[in-house]
């Protein structure tokens, strides 16, 4: 089994990257996360793998942080979660909000994922929900900003092609430096641009 992969970075894209190591270019899916922190292509790449068995394929699905694979592992021990929807899961909702959604059983956030029903988002925080207490979330700070702006933003910095984690991040971001904006459309959305990478 492949457990880590380290190579060249000859190809990349929201949801695929190939490595090539030892003269073989190998096919990884990834995560957004994963995606946005790559480096340039031509450079070297680092990947931790999970190599999943099929009758009919071998894939590889690869992780930038160790946390990540891990989380990604305890998601597809649930019934109704394979791989692929694992992957969009974390592309989703970064890792730490994910395991945030399902110790807090917010189903709401769990359903914005494309792909996670409400059945779905039941049944990762019944299986889940006292699974996953090894990992170190930090307090939850996106939900706690509340204010008039802070859905519209988020659309808004979404629509423009930002992700999601990144646009959340921004809006926190933001407020910390002045919680006053979280209630002005056009104050808040230009102190995240400002923030956002």
Do not use: C, W
Not at 65 to 80: A, N, P, Q, Y
Not at 138 to 150: E, L, N, Q, S, T
Request: no cysteine; charged share 25%.
């Amino acid at each position: 089994m492949i457990a880590h992969l380290r190579g060249k970075l000859i190809h990349k894209e929201p949801g695929q990257a190939i490595v090539e190591a030892a003269g073989v270019g190998y096919d990884v899916a990834i995560s957004v996360p994963t995606f946005t922190a790559l480096p340039a292509l031509g450079a070297e790449a680092s990947l931790y793998i999970h190599t999943q068995v099929s009758e009919d394929q071998i894939a590889l699905f690869g992780f930038l942080d160790r946390e990540e694979k891990r989380l990604f592992e305890r998601l597809i021990t649930v019934s109704g979660v394979g791989p692929k929807l694992a992957i969009k899961m974390l592309s989703g909702l970064s890792a730490e909000r994910t395991v945030q959604a399902i110790r807090g059983q917010d189903h709401a956030q769990l359903t914005k994922i494309p792909g996670v029903g409400k059945k779905l988002a039941e049944r990762l925080v019944v299986e889940l929900k006292d699974k996953l207490e090894d990992f170190a979330v930090a307090p939850v700070a996106g939900r706690a900003i509340a204010g008039a702006a802070v859905d519209d933003v988020l659309s808004a910095l979404t629509n423009l092609g930002y992700q999601r984690p990144a646009a959340e991040k921004a809006i926190e971001q933001a407020v910390a430096k002045d919680a006053a904006l979280k209630d002005s459309f056009d104050e808040l959305f230009r102190g995240a641009l400002k923030v956002i990478r």
